[in-house]
Every structure is written in structure tokens, then in C-alpha cells.
């Protein structure tokens, strides 16, 4: 049986509850066997009798605080993250004159929502709540809203950003800095927390994945001198770009430390 929800809503204080469909997919999925789970993550239509619903999904990598199943958890973790950009506008972009270009405002906010959805995902695994109650009930609204509270933040940002002094965005670079490397050296410390953080890295689309192994490896960011190798050089994109995803991925390397210091 799928464990019940938690969450009351507002207006009336009842509880959330799943779609009849869900809650009856869910209760097939927790008598399947995980590998034939595993299989049917891979069927992408709808319309197919073996697609698992994003709702059930969430149930099932929720359930997962249970156990050390890290290959589970992380094929469930690749697939939300892929449909997750799936229902949200693409970046990329023709430009005006041809050229294959890139929304950057439609980057930042799809990055923003993927950072939201696993923060809160690390704290449900941490600490059950109901935060992701309504990814199990209506999972693409929950996904737009998350969307449209991106936005809203968008704005928010660039207001600040335009307020702050060079000390203040030179010491938040400096951390970021700081974080990852200290992150990165605690996990490759340990076996499993390594390969984990591989299998990560390896779901992620072409130009980040590089950026990730480029970042591991120690390049340089960006630089001033006209010789030297960086990752914005090489991978053709800007400083800013670069250090996004970064920041980004620091946020689900915190939740792979989170996960190995429980188990």
C-alpha cells in the first residue's frame, strides 16, 4: 500500500490525495520488482501501458530513505531530472540571423527549478515531510509552479545583482570556489559516494557533463591570460554560465553527502 499523504490544503484543511490511477500504479509498482522498474523508466510515451507515471516516481525514490539502493535512487533521480526539462521551455534558440544561440533567462530558470526540486528532495530523504506531496498528485502542475516562482525570482536576482559590490561578488565566487572542491574531495574519498557522483555527472546533457569533468579536473574556470586553457574557452560558453552550473551541482552533490553520512 502507498504510504499516505500529509499535506492539508489550505483553504479547507483536507488532505492531498492521489488520482485514483496513481495511487493504483503506485501499489503495482511496490509489488514489481526493481528491475523490471528500472526497465520501464526507459518507455517515454504515455500512451504505453509500461509508463510509470511522474507521480509514482516521486512515491517510489521517496520510499527509497529506507534503504542503500544508490543505483535505484540514482535512475530514479536521472529520470525526474529529464522530465523535468522536458516540460519546461527550451533554452536553445535560433537567433535572428541563423546562428544556433542560447535563452539565457530560460537556462537560469530551468536550472532554478531543477536546484528547487532537488533541495527539497534532499530534505524529504533527510527528514520526512510533505513538501513533495503534490509532485505525487499532480506532477507537471507542481513542476509549473515551480516554474513561475522562478521567474519571479529572475527578476528579484538581477535587482540585486545589480546592487551588489564587486567585494560582495568576488567573495560569493571565492566560496562557490571553496564548496565544490571541499564537496568534490569528500565524496571521491569514498568509494561509493564516487561512483554515485559519476553516474550523476553521466546523466547530465553533453556540455554540462564536460563542464563537471572539467571543473573535477581542476581547470580554471576563466581567465585573463590569452594562453591558458579554461572550460568558458573551451566549451565556448561564459564565465557566469559555467559557475551556474556549478552552483548547481553543488546542490546535488550535497544531497549524495547527505544520503552517504546516513547510510
Given at each position: 500500500m502507498a504510504t499516505p499523504l500529509t499535506k492539508r490544503r489550505k483553504r479547507d484543511q483536507s488532505l492531498y490525495t492521489r488520482p485514483a490511477e496513481i495511487e493504483a500504479s503506485i501499489d503495482r509498482l511496490l509489488a514489481t520488482p526493481r528491475a523490471e522498474i528500472l526497465e520501464r523508466l526507459l518507455v517515454r510515451s504515455r500512451t504505453d501501458p509500461d509508463h510509470i507515471p511522474s507521480e509514482a516516481?516521486?512515491?517510489?525514490?521517496?520510499?527509497?530513505?529506507?534503504d542503500n539502493d544508490h543505483a535505484y535512487f540514482d535512475a530514479l533521480y536521472a529520470e525526474l531530472l529529464r522530465r523535468i526539462a522536458r516540460v519546461l521551455p527550451r533554452a536553445e534558440e535560433r537567433t535572428s540571423d541563423g546562428r544556433d544561440g542560447k535563452n539565457v533567462s530560460r537556462e537560469q530558470v530551468r536550472d532554478d527549478v531543477a536546484d528547487k526540486f532537488t533541495e527539497a528532495l534532499a530534505e524529504d530523504l533527510n527528514h520526512q515531510g510533505d513538501a513533495l506531496d503534490i509532485f505525487e498528485c499532480r506532477f507537471d502542475y507542481a513542476i509549473d509552479k515551480l516554474r513561475s516562482s522562478a521567474w519571479r525570482r529572475l527578476g528579484t536576482e538581477r535587482d540585486r545583482r545589480d546592487i551588489k559590490t564587486v567585494e560582495e561578488l568576488s567573495l560569493a565566487v571565492e566560496n562557490g570556489d571553496k564548496e565544490f572542491l571541499a564537496l568534490r574531495d569528500k565524496l571521491f574519498s569514498d568509494p561509493t559516494s564516487r561512483i554515485r557522483l559519476h553516474a550523476m555527472i553521466d546523466s547530465l546533457q553533453d556540455k554540462d557533463r564536460r563542464i563537471m569533468q572539467m571543473l573535477i579536473?581542476?581547470?580554471?574556470?576563466?581567465s585573463t591570460k590569452p594562453d591558458e586553457?579554461?572550460?568558458?574557452?573551451?566549451?565556448g560558453c561564459d564565465e557566469s554560465t559555467v559557475r551556474n552550473r556549478r552552483d548547481a551541482f553543488i546542490k546535488a552533490m550535497r544531497a549524495?553527502?547527505?544520503?552517504?553520512?546516513k547510510s
Open positions: 516516481i516521486i512515491h517510489l525514490i521517496r520510499a527509497t530513505r529506507s579536473a581542476d581547470f580554471t574556470i576563466h586553457v579554461t572550460i568558458s574557452g573551451v566549451l549524495v553527502g547527505s544520503a552517504e553520512d
